[in-house]
């Protein structure tokens, strides 16, 4: 307990707590309609995007966030546009963009000789958390929130059938851009703190362990958003405690919430 | 009452270069039935989604009330959503700029269930339903919408002989109130001792 104490003593800890927590609780009920919308993969294309981008930022010497961020939110929204339109080649498009956008990122790196950059982009730091990431994701949760509750009936129908929301006359592109250009941003912002092999995860894992237990989508989202910030905040104080990698320690947290869920669940039934 | 509720004039759609409804017209006023009939892949869900406005058109002219609603086939990923049958039943009452639900919108669920017979399912989840319960559900989504025109695709496909006559019941009064109904069906069964109805027949994308 002292140990945890004395870790929440330090400034950088803190930030990368609050902004981390905001982050994640963000990107995991983001994750609910990507989860129920079968689009589960496009967090983890995003974020090799998002490391192809850094590479690029890093070897121009220009801002990360000011690269990123518009490539991100742009091959988001191809994406999801590819994988609404076309079902099947949603998939393939991510993959392909996702592995051609990894070995882009490297080739970069090695050539500019930022390998050593690599490792932080990857796996992400605590330490990159700055006063103003903290700024940003207060902004976007605040967002997120605002978002989900002006618009949660239309959220709700077009998650469940995006053709009968059209039937209905719904403009569901705009509805489907705001989704991409959340779900980018949270992808941008999450993965310098978990790496960005590891940020898919963070949108993800929460969602799913949420359905072991809700029957209704205003309780995934709820229960979603609490596994999340419990995850988050274990994982970050178990990283510190053995000195293992922030991000590796969140997901681990997360995935050992889901196997409990499942074992309550095979108990249960 | 006989105010013409929809109007296609020579539409095509296409797959692609594929042409999939090649030249198809038809004209549906208020207070009729019309059947959509042919073998599988002729093209009948596929003019529907169209007439629906899922499916633009490549050639061609459509021409319908804003008060439209949609009845889709069933599909597996239908009960895998965690709702019960309210929460589905109330999104028919969704229109463009209309973002929150009205008391007058709850009321309308309440009767569209009851016209339906599903008020006592209005608790249960998606996932303990029947086929013939979740097409119910989904015609008291549509008629939750104060429809003038009704688009059916097959909505007596697994239904059970109690769930077809409820079906029939309905169908029979929203046709006595001027609504217009276009549905897709298999089974000629359907067609029988219906008042103004027309039955159409759908081959390799035109109307024979």
């Given at each position: 307990m002292s140990e945890i104490l004395e870790i929440l003593s330090y400034p950088f800890v803190i930030r990368a707590l609050v902004a981390g927590s905001l982050i994640s609780v963000c990107a995991s009920v983001l994750g609910v309609i990507l989860v129920l919308k079968h689009y589960s993969l496009i967090g983890h294309g995003l974020s090799e995007i998002g490391f192809a981008s850094l590479s690029a930022a890093s070897a121009l010497n220009l801002s990360a966030l000011a690269v990123s961020t518009p490539s991100v939110i742009a091959a988001s929204f191809v994406i999801m546009f590819v994988s609404q339109k076309y079902k099947t080649a949603g998939d393939i498009a991510i993959a392909v963009a996702s592995s051609a956008a990894l070995a882009f990122g490297i080739i970069i790196s090695s050539i500019t000789g930022s390998v050593s950059n690599t490792g932080a982009y990857l796996f992400g730091s605590v330490l990159a958390v700055s006063q103003s990431d903290l700024i940003f994701s207060v902004a976007l949760s605040f967002a997120v929130m605002l978002i989900f509750i002006i618009f949660y009936n239309r959220i709700f129908l077009i998650t469940y059938n995006e053709d009968y929301a059209r039937s209905l006359g719904i403009n569901t592109a705009f509805y489907q851009f705001v989704i991409s250009v959340l779900t980018a941003l949270v992808v941008v912002s999450g993965m310098r703190i978990t790496g960005t092999l590891l940020i898919s995860g963070v949108i993800i894992l929460p969602a799913v362990t949420a359905k072991n237990f809700a029957s209704r989508f205003k309780t995934l989202i709820i229960i979603s958003g609490v596994i999340s910030f419990v995850a988050f905040t274990a994982g970050l104080i178990v990283s510190f405690i053995f000195n293992i990698p922030a991000g590796a320690g969140v997901i681990l947290s997360n995935t050992a919430i889901l196997i409990a869920a499942k074992i309550l669940k095979f108990i249960k039934n | 009452m006989n105010k013409s509720k929809l109007k296609l004039e020579n539409a095509v759609i296409k797959y692609g270069e594929n042409i999939v409804i090649n030249g198809v017209s038809l004209n549906v006023s208020g207070g009729e039935i019309i059947f959509i009939t042919g073998a599988n892949g002729s093209g009948k869900s596929t003019l529907t989604r169209g007439m629906a406005g899922l499916l633009p058109l490549s050639a061609g002219k459509l021409t319908r009330t804003e008060r439209m609603s949609y009845v889709p086939q069933i599909e597996e990923a239908d009960r895998d959503f965690p709702a019960c049958v309210r929460e589905i039943v109330m999104t028919g009452t969704q229109r463009k700029r209309k973002l929150f639900y009205s008391r007058y919108d709850t009321?309308?669920?309440?009767?569209?269930?009851?016209?339906?017979?599903?008020?006592?399912?209005?608790?249960?989840?998606?996932?303990?339903?029947?086929?013939?319960?979740?097409?119910?559900v989904f015609l008291a989504r549509a008629l939750c919408g104060e429809p003038e025109l009704l688009l059916l695709d097959e909505p007596c496909a697994g239904l059970d002989a109690e769930s077809h006559k409820i079906l029939f019941g309905v169908l029979e009064k929203k046709l006595s109130e001027g609504c217009a109904v276009i549905m897709v069906t298999h089974d000629d069964s359907d067609l029988e001792g219906i008042k103004n109805s027309r039955v159409i027949k759908i081959s390799e994308g035109k109307i024979l």
């Open positions: - | 009321e309308r669920a309440e009767n569209s269930m009851r016209e339906l017979q599903i008020e006592n399912l209005a608790g249960c989840e998606l996932k303990t339903l029947s086929g013939g319960q979740l097409r119910r």
